[in-house]
């Protein structure tokens, strides 16, 4: 068979599956999430064993250390997916969930029922520990799913699925429900990415790079995770030791994902007292500062931001800084210069947090808090699929709930329309 | 300046204007709202004057008359659109509400808020009322607009804007609110289908072919509008009488619209009773059938429906009929040949209304009604921007709150992440 082939024959049977999934009772897939947990712990020896596979090529190959440790599946990460899994069985089902019922004039009853999008096609870079998460989330949602996860992830992927199909075996579900692309060609997505008669939504998780590539080529509707850079105001009026937590949390914690902070952007008249001190532990954290012009005057030594590096995610420990004279510059720069993720504002003015959640345009905005809680986990969604950068449909941490859609149901008793 | 440059020019206006009316207040929009209600009133002969041109040109060119009759701006269609103003004015306004604010563990507050997606670009056909509706609906959502109506509407649009547009100047909001784009070249919607930094989202409500040509040439997102092969499906347990009055409805009452009903499906038990009835009626209604086998052995002298039937959008007085054995056969044809727009189902028994609603995949599913109440001022939606046949974002007929999106907003006090 080639490989169009297999992939078309992946795709008919997501759709049967899909049909089956979108109907099952909310019992059933509490008990099979929370059977695959109790699977993936009887299994942790075949999945260390198999992961380490994937983890001493990957060594060979020379990888960078961040990627090699995104692509561990040590005790901790095990536990984390088993917790991910009994969390997503205990959220509400949204599966025929049905919202804002109305009677109009003629009698007819009209309202909107929550339903599964269908069959979703995740592609993502090698994180194997999203693999039991998206499935998790795809089954709790009915969707039937197909991965397509890293290269070198594979054997990681294939024991995970593995496990993970056993259980679904067990409750008598179609073999499409949850499909791995099992192989490393390329070709394999791009065959995907046109077979939008089978495939409802295609959800890329990575590099920009991959995103773009997924959103040109495909004819199946893309929901885009793109990448963070996010900001947070300190405000004239603060806590400045809350500041000075928050801001350092959001650099310092992870610096490497998308929710950590990129650039700083300081009240001048509290940048006097704030910068020197914030600066100093952050150079001490090896936090390399570059700075506007107002910055440069206040600290000395420090490297001059470019016009680029307002738009650059860093993803390192690397932050820019500039000194603001009001809010509204504050939110023009992060309109005009962030990419819509995650901002945040540190202050102790009403009117100000106010504005600054009602103009900010991003996917999540902050008022005294780190920017790196946007993720599905920490706002009570069991885990994520992904982080939405887009507006339409789903906008940042996507859960069981931005898995579905709704459809429209009418009851009536005889109406017809004049 | 050349076409490129208007159209350019248009979009940044539009991007900008986007940002004041995201923060306008629910009253300013009420009140432009009913300004211009008052507006068309006021200037009803203009209108007609300028509509007349159209309508006089469209003859010359002999297009038919259902293209006609729907580009005719009459005293009652004129009433129609200020009574969708009013409605409209009056809905809840939807931007800046907070859904489902929930505590987490560590005391952050994580909500959602409802925001305008920004600027909406509308490609339509030859209806000038839409123009208003649409209008209507973006700025109660606080969206701008971009509207590229059907060329033979070009004189009926322009006046239209014009009178929208002296209100929006008297509430002093931004030239960019709404725009119409003049040319009737085709190349200004290639060119705006590419100005993914200005516009947010891209609907296009028309022919199938049109459709298709925007869907693929854009790079920003598109909410398509595909056609409707709408089914109405008659339940052995079934009263007679209400299933003749809601099929005779949703084939005759206006044949031309997508929500009008194209295949009829008879349980095999009630099919000699009601078949015959029913098809004399359509007949001497002028209504052309085709039928499967079954129905050829019961009623004499009709045309046998191919298998492309089953998958045509007739817009027109013709209706396939088929005979089944079940409501599973009955999911399944709809699943398979529909076009997931609207579907009924008319019976007596309830397990079987369940499972209808619950299994059709389409994005309005009725029981004991006509498929014609498929529109948004049925729907309690106050008026349509058009009927969305995709499951992202939204499905079924779109309204104000489907003009909007969430953002998360997370309310802290100096939480950091471990």
Sequence with gaps: MSIKEKILQIAKQAKF?????????????????????EALRANKERIKEENYKDVEKAKE?????????RLVLNEKRIERMILSLKEIAKL??????????????????????????????FIYESRPDVTVDASALCLKSGNALILRGGSEAINSNIILTKILNEVLGEARL????????????????????????????????GGESLIRTVAESSTIPVIKHYKGICHIYVDEEVDLKMAEEIVFNAKVQRPGVCNAMETLL????????????????????????????KTLNLIKGIRKATEEDWSTEYLDLILSVKIVKDINE?????????????????????????????????????????TRFT?????GLGAEIGISTQKLHARGPMGVNELTCTKFIILGDGQTRE
């Design 17 to 37: 599956a899909s049909r089956v999934l979108a109907n099952l009772s909310s019992r059933t897939k509490e008990t099979a999430l929370l059977r695959m947990a």
């Design 61 to 69: 190959k020379k990888f960078p250390c961040a990627f090699i440790d």
């Design 92 to 121: 509400e089902d949204p599966v025929g969930k049905i919202e804002s019922m109305q009677k109009r004039p003629n009698g007819l009853l009209v309202g909107k029922m929550r339903v599964p999008l269908g069959v979703i096609g």
């Design 174 to 205: 179609p073999v499409g429900s949850l499909q791995l692309i099992k192989t490393t060609d390329r070709r394999a997505v791009m065959d995907m990415l046109k077979l939008d008669e089978y495939i409802d939504v295609i959800i890329p998780r």
């Design 266 to 293: 300081v009240h001048k008249k509290i940048a006097p007292d704030f910068l020197p001190l914030i600066i100093e532990r952050f150079q001490k954290a090896g936090v390399e500062i570059r700075g506007d012009e």
């Design 330 to 370: 504050t939110i023009s720069h992060i309109n005009k210069y962030g990419s819509h993720h995650s901002d945040a504002i540190v202050t102790t003015n009403y009117e100000k947090s106010r504005k600054f959640l009602q103009e900010v345009d991003s996917a999540a905005v902050f008022v005294n808090a780190s």
């Design 375 to 379: 993720d599905g986990g920490e706002f």
